[in-house]
């Protein structure tokens, strides 16, 4: 089986070519002839060298691509596990069975805001759901902020469960079902000023033999978040000047249609930034060491060789360079050819552009942007500009890149997201 993707006019596709699968038969017809909630819609197309399987994803994005460079909250695993059996309960109904479903994290769409699910049937295919479905958990438990106690508990609830033999969707529903219970109590807690009762055993299970198993620690993230990247590059000042921020790190959610409502997510505690001056300020030991107003970092400067220092600017009498500006080093940014859009700068990698402000690195509110448009990374002198199955596409030097296309980018070169045009400097 191999799987490519490919753009058509203003649509997406995930193209499987089956090879040696069973596709002729009741299921192919069964998934061509209807459109199935929840079930990525498919064609079935004849072409020289065989038959394609084509599933329409435009506009959506994979779980695996959602949770790159953010934690996935206990709501939202509950609204994931829901939908997936919500879908399993409607294509039983057209007897498509559940050992035709990809639930691989990059094959398995969801909607970014409502976690709303499309799964991918394929004709023929043969997998053990019970076993995919219990990796798919093992992957949500690594993708879960490991301080967030509420998540931990459900994440490794629900896949403490699938490792048990003949596991059913009654055992796992009456977790979720747990989850929302002990919440309930939680918040009347909260309101009577009582403390809260111990935690639970199965936290205190995950903490004893879970991260050893999964070799996960308790501040072990697989990606940084994108708040602590920002900090990584930005000082305060710079992060209040820099347009198209996005300007909280909150989640706004919407009432579910199935009964379950999402509460807006606390913001975590960030960690409170010294000013630049004080981290410079010198002790009284270092006055001792190197006389009244010497500084040590000014001490441990490397020496440069004669021709660097001429070529290097002084910003002024006794200021040390403490960084290398050259041009290979120095920031990038996509320069706006029309003069009333404005630049973007690329901080850091991978560097996602896009209209979700949740899920971006730098919004761009243009209704022919997607939510998530393209992203820019780097490798050593290296960089790269992927397309993240945009809607109207993105082009490099006058070519319309395929979904899901990475090409490399050069300094100079031309971008047009969607209709806007940009140049990489």
């Known amino acids: 089986m191999k799987i490519s993707y490919r753009r058509e006019f203003k649509h997406n596709y995930l193209i499987i070519d089956p090879e040696e699968l069973t596709w002729q038969g009741y299921e192919s017809q069964m998934m061509s002839r209807n459109s199935i909630e929840g079930v990525l819609r498919f064609q079935l197309r004849q072409m020289d060298s065989g038959v394609r399987f084509y599933y329409e994803i435009t506009s959506r994005q994979p779980l695996s691509r959602i949770l790159e460079n953010r934690n996935i909250q206990a709501e939202e695993i509950r609204r994931l596990v829901i939908g997936i059996f919500g879908v399993l309960e409607r294509a039983e109904r057209y007897l498509l069975m559940e050992e035709r479903i990809l639930l691989e994290p990059q094959y398995l769409y969801v909607d970014p805001d409502t976690f709303r699910v499309w799964l991918c049937f394929v004709p023929g295919i043969e997998r053990n ?22 998540s931990v508990v459900l994440a490794y609830g629900l896949y403490q469960e ?25 918040k009347k807690d909260d309101i009577s000023g009582q403390e809260i009762s111990d935690e639970p055993d199965v936290y205190k299970q995950y903490e004893e033999t879970g991260k050893k198993r999964l070799n996960i620690s308790g501040n072990q993230r697989k990606n940084p978040d994108k708040r602590q990247r920002e900090e990584s590059y930005l000082s305060t000042k710079e992060q209040e000047k820099t347009p198209g921020k996005r300007a909280s790190w909150k989640q706004k959610w919407k009432d579910w249609s199935g009964g379950y409502f999402l509460r807006n997510s606390k913001e975590k505690d960030l960690p409170i930034r010294p000013p630049w001056e004080m981290m410079f300020q010198d002790s009284e030991e270092e006055e001792r060491d190197f006389g009244k107003g010497g500084k040590l970092w000014q001490r441990e400067i490397i020496d440069m060789d004669d021709e660097q220092k001429k070529d290097t600017p002084s910003a002024g ?5 403490l960084a290398d500006f050259s041009d290979n080093k120095r920031q990038r940014i996509l320069r706006a050819l029309n003069p009333k859009e404005q630049d973007i700068p690329i901080l850091y990698y991978p560097f996602v552009i896009g209209k979700q402000e949740s899920l971006v690195d730098f919004q761009l ?4 942007v997607s939510r998530l448009h393209l992203r820019i990374d ?37 971008i047009c997201i969607a209709c806007y045009r940009y140049r990489f400097e």
């Open 129 to 150: 759901f019970p076993e995919d479905f219990s990796k798919l958990l093992e992957y949500l438990l690594g993708s879960v902020d490991h301080q967030d106690k509420e």
């Open 162 to 186: 699938t490792r048990k033999e003949n596991y059913g969707m009654e055992d796992l529903g009456r977790l979720l079902q747990q989850g929302k219970t002990n919440d309930k109590e939680k």
């Open 317 to 321: 009498p006794g200021t040390q360079l």
């Open 378 to 414: 780097q490798d050593g002198d290296t960089y790269r500009i992927k397309d993240l199955n945009s809607t109207n596409g993105t082009k490099l030097c006058g070519r319309l890149l395929e979904n899901n296309e990475e090409a490399k980018l050069n300094t100079g070169d031309e």
């Open 365 to 368: 509110e243009r209704d022919t």
